[in-house]
């Protein structure tokens, strides 16, 4: 996987779960950059590039959890949608929640993935390895088609 500057949005309010999924993507060889947002807070800036989030890139992807400090990740899915620079974007839920419910409810407000996160840690990496695969080296994202159909070609 060759390095690319668009960075990878993680909304996790658990230092050891971000650490955890950054470490699973860095094994996956992602080496994007990767901005955290840990409240609601700090999701109001970034949805509006406020403050430590002025200058922010758009995404390739945003890994969401559901169950976010201060909020709920639920309200955050509809907000990635109400914003245009952003409206494109694919969000990857990724939490500890395997109810039905929460599953319907993401995938209808427009979530692109719903993942649950395994509680063994080499299923986990497993588990991101398979992300990191899909969605940036399979899938073709938002700004980043010329890129992958040069390297479908070479």
């Known amino acids: 996987m060759k390095p690319d500057s668009t960075p990878v949005w993680v909304f996790e309010d ?6 955890i999924t950054v470490g699973a993507m860095r094994l996956a060889n992602l080496r994007n950059p990767i901005v955290r947002c ?4 700090e ?4 949805f509006r590039r406020a403050g430590a989030f002025e200058d922010l890139q758009r995404p390739s992807l945003i890994l969401l959890d559901l169950n976010l400090g201060g ?13 245009e620079w952003l409206r494109s974007v694919p969000v990857c839920i990724l939490t500890t929640s395997s109810n039905p419910a929460d599953i319907e409810m993401c995938y209808s407000a427009g979530g ?9 840690l080499d299923r986990f990496e497993v588990m991101i390895q398979n992300l990191v695969t ?20 070479s």
């Open 112 to 120: 692109n993935a719903y993942l649950v996160k395994p509680v063994n």
């Open 71 to 83: 909020a709920s990740g639920r309200g955050f899915l509809a907000r990635f949608r109400e914003f």
């Open 43 to 46: 999701a109001e800036s970034l």
């Open 38 to 41: 840990a409240n609601e807070r």
């Open 134 to 153: 899909f969605w940036f080296d399979t899938a073709a994202l938002p700004g980043r088609e010329e890129r992958r159909i040069a390297k479908i070609h």
């Open 14 to 19: 658990s230092d050891e779960d971000y650490e």
